[in-house]
């Protein structure tokens, strides 16, 4: 869009930085003449080659990195083509944010972009049948949230779920008050970790299902008084053993796998588990990993592994199969 500038000689590197920005990269270069033209069709800004040429020099001596040497053209930018792609797509499958803050986030992330980026982008779109969140609060949750942990208070909202009629509704009558420690992001979905403020365990929440949200004055619990946060607590470490992010304690696991699956278990795992080969071409994986989400787990890669120990947790795949079979019996 074109802005009117007048003659203010003063603006002139900055206007010939905005061109460099919007109109060039490696595959298109400009001339100075081209620059000139650009400087009068989107400014109204008059000049000659040896201004355009002593400004471009002022900008490199900035720190800017400009190729002038078969044409013009800004080499560094803040983000390439390639990283703002993967920004875009990482807010377009976003299932925290509603349509209306995906669509204004995706044309400020192409905004950084040239006009030859706009282009590439230009299909790219929130598509209806992409589902976003329902709650309409979650930018002003996480601004809350930020703030509360910088902070180190403790924090009241109300918690959701979803009814039989689509719509979110809280799940008590009470308000939640919890101790915020940290924000993670797990299977496309933000959420807290904290501590509810009646019990010494860790406890999670779905930051999307989060709303009417308020910093207290009083001070969060200390994390000596948290048993998992006291006891060498590391992000890393905490998301591999709350995979689907249950609450509660971790236990030792143990089961025997096919090796094929060894993909699977370091995308879900990491590299925190031990293994030992057996003789019948299968291997004997340990880990820790909350006792719920674990038996979950086993359901789900339920043909390729079988849970050895714990048996309260082998016994409770067992009651989940047999009660399954049950169902489809005829």
């Given at each position: 869009?074109?802005?009117?500038?007048?003659?203010?000689?003063?603006?002139?590197?900055?206007?010939?930085?905005?061109?460099?920005?919007?109109?060039?990269?490696?595959?298109?270069?400009?001339?100075?003449?081209?620059?000139?033209?650009?400087?009068?069709?989107?400014?109204?800004?008059?000049?000659?080659?040896?201004?355009?040429?002593?400004?471009?020099?002022?900008?490199?001596?900035?720190?800017?990195?400009?190729?002038?040497?078969?044409?013009?053209?800004?080499?560094?930018?803040?983000?390439?083509?390639?990283?703002?792609?993967?920004?875009?797509?990482?807010?377009?499958?976003?299932?925290?944010?509603?349509?209306?803050?995906?669509?204004?986030?995706?044309?400020?992330?192409?905004g950084l972009g040239n006009r030859y980026f706009?282009?590439?982008?230009?299909?790219?779109?929130?598509?209806?049948?992409?589902?976003?969140?329902?709650?309409?609060?979650?930018?002003?949750?996480?601004?809350?949230?930020?703030?509360?942990?910088?902070?180190?208070?403790?924090?009241?909202?109300?918690?959701?779920?979803?009814?039989?009629?689509?719509?979110?509704?809280?799940?008590?009558?009470?308000?939640?008050?919890?101790?915020?420690?940290?924000?993670?992001?797990?299977?496309?979905?933000?959420?807290?970790?904290?501590?509810?403020?009646?019990?010494?365990?860790?406890?999670?929440?779905?930051?999307?299902?989060?709303?009417?949200?308020?910093?207290?004055?009083?001070?969060?619990?200390?994390?000596?008084?948290?048993?998992?946060?006291?006891?060498?607590?590391?992000?890393?470490?905490?998301?591999?053993?709350?995979?689907y992010m249950y609450s509660g304690a971790c236990?030792?696991?143990?089961?025997?796998?096919?090796?094929?699956?060894?993909?699977?278990?370091?995308?879900?795992?990491?590299?925190?588990?031990?293994?030992?080969?057996?003789?019948?071409?299968?291997?004997?994986?340990?880990?820790?990993?909350?006792?719920?989400?674990?038996?979950?787990?086993?359901?789900?890669?339920?043909?390729?592994?079988?849970?050895?120990?714990?048996?309260?947790?082998?016994?409770?795949?067992?009651?989940?199969?047999?009660?399954?079979?049950?169902?489809?019996?005829?």
């Amino acid at each position: 869009m074109a802005v009117y500038i007048g003659n203010n000689k003063k603006l002139l590197s900055l206007l010939i930085l905005e061109i460099l920005k919007q109109y060039t990269d490696d595959g298109h270069r400009l001339t100075q003449k081209e620059i000139i033209n650009l400087l009068k069709l989107n400014y109204g800004m008059e000049c000659d080659r040896r201004s355009v040429h002593n400004n471009i020099q002022i900008l490199k001596d900035f720190g800017y990195e400009i190729e002038t040497g078969r044409g013009c053209y800004l080499v560094e930018r803040e983000f390439e083509d390639a990283e703002l792609r993967m920004l875009i797509d990482s807010v377009l499958f976003s299932k925290n944010l509603s349509d209306v803050q995906a669509k204004r986030l995706i044309e400020k992330l192409k905004g950084l972009g040239n006009r030859y980026f706009h282009a590439k982008v230009s299909h790219i779109s929130t598509l209806p049948e992409l589902f976003h969140s329902d709650n309409k609060q979650v930018m002003i949750v996480l601004d809350v949230l930020n703030d509360a942990i910088e902070k180190k208070r403790k924090v009241r909202f109300t918690y959701n779920r979803y009814g039989i009629d689509f719509k979110l509704h809280a799940r008590s009558d009470k308000l939640y008050i919890v101790n915020p420690y940290q924000m993670v992001a797990n299977n496309g979905r933000y959420y807290l970790i904290g501590n509810y403020d009646s019990y010494d365990d860790v406890s999670h929440y779905r930051i999307d299902r989060i709303t009417s949200i308020e910093i207290l004055s009083e001070s969060v619990k200390p994390r000596k008084d948290v048993k998992e946060l006291s006891q060498g607590w590391t992000i890393p470490k905490h998301m591999a053993e709350h995979i689907y992010m249950y609450s509660g304690a971790c236990v030792t696991v143990k089961f025997t796998a096919d090796t094929s699956l060894m993909d699977e278990l370091v995308d879900w795992f990491g590299k925190s588990f031990r293994i030992e080969e057996d003789d019948n071409g299968k291997m004997l994986v340990t880990l820790e990993c909350n006792e719920e989400a674990m038996k979950y787990w086993a359901l789900q890669y339920g043909d390729c592994i079988e849970i050895i120990a714990p048996k309260s947790l082998r016994a409770a795949v067992k009651e989940v199969v047999e009660r399954m079979a049950k169902k489809y019996a005829d």
